[in-house]
C-alpha cells in the first residue's frame, strides 16, 4: 500500500466517525441558552412517614401501616392509646440505637402525630428532615451542596429535572447507621486466574 492510499483510507475512517455518536441517546443535547427556566427540585417523599407498620400484610406481601392519629388521636381524651386498657410497651419492635435520644427527644411527648425540634416547635412527620439538620448540620449542608445523599436527573437543571432522596430513605431513623461491610475478595481476573502463576479458582 502506498503511503498515498494509506492516508486516503485513514482520512475515510475519521470522516466515518464524524457523523456524531453510535448510540444517538448518548448524543449532546441541543444547545440550551443561560437565561432557560430552572427545572425543579424533587425530594423523594417516602411513604412510610409517619406510619406505623403492623404485623399484618396485603396481598402483594407489604406490611399494612397505620396511620399515629389512630391511636393517637387528634383528641387524646378518646384515642385508644390513652385510655387505661392500654398496653404499656406498644412500639417495643421500635430498635432504637441512635446516640442515647430517647423517644421524646424526637416526638412529642403530649402529641404523639408530631415531632419537635429542641426549642419545644412542633413540626409534622413529613418535615422530618428539618429534624435531622436541627442536630447533623455539616450533613445538611454537604447535602444541600450536592455532597451527601446522591441525586438523579440532570446537573444543569436548565436541561431538565432532579430527584434526591430523603434522609430517611437511607437512614432509618431509630438506627441511622450504616452496617459495617463485610470486605470480599476483589473481582476474578479471568485472564490472570488462567497462568501458572495464579492457580485457577479453587484455589483459594
Ligand atoms: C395501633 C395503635 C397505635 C398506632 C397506630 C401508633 N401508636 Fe404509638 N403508641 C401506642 C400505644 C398503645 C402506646 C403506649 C402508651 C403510651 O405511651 O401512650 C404508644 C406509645 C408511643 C410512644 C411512646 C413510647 C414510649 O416508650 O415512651 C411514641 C413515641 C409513639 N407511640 C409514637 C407513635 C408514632 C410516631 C406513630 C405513627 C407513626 C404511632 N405511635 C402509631 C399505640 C399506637
Ligand atoms: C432521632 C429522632 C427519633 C427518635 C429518637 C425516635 N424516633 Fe420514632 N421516628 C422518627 C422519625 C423521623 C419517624 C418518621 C420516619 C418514618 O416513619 O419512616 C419516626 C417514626 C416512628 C414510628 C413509625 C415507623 C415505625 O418504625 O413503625 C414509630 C412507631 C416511632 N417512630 C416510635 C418511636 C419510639 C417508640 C421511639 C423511642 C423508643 C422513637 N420513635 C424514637 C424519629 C425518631
Ligand atoms: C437531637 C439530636 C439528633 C437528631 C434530631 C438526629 N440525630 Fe442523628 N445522631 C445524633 C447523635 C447524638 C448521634 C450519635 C453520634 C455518635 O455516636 O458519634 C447521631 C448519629 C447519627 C448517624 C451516624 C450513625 C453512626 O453511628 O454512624 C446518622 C447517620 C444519623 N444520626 C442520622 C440522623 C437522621 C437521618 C436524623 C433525622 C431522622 C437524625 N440523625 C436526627 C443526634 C441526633
Ligand atoms: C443516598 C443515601 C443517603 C442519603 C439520602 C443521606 N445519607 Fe447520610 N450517609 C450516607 C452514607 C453512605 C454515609 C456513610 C456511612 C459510613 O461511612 O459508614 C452517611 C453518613 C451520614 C452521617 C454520619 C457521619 C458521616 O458523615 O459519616 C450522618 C450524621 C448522616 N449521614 C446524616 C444524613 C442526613 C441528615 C441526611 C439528609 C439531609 C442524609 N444523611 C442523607 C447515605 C445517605
Redesign the pocket.
Known sequence: MTRLTATAALLAMLSGCDHGFRDPSREFGPEVSDDAPMHRVEIHHPTTLGVADTPVTDAAGRPIGVACETCHGPTPDLSWAASPERPESFHEAVDLRHGTLNCNTCHDSEDRTQLHLADGALLDIEDA?TL??QC?G???RD?RRGS???MNGYWDLRRGPRDR???V???APHT???EPVLPVHPPRDRYLETTEAHPAEGGH
Request: with cysteine; glycine share 10%; hydrophobic share 25%.
Open positions: 428532615m435531622c439538620a447533623h455539616v450533613q445538611f447535602y451527601h445523599g446522591g432522596n430523603h434522609c430513605d437511607c437512614h441511622p447507621a450504616y
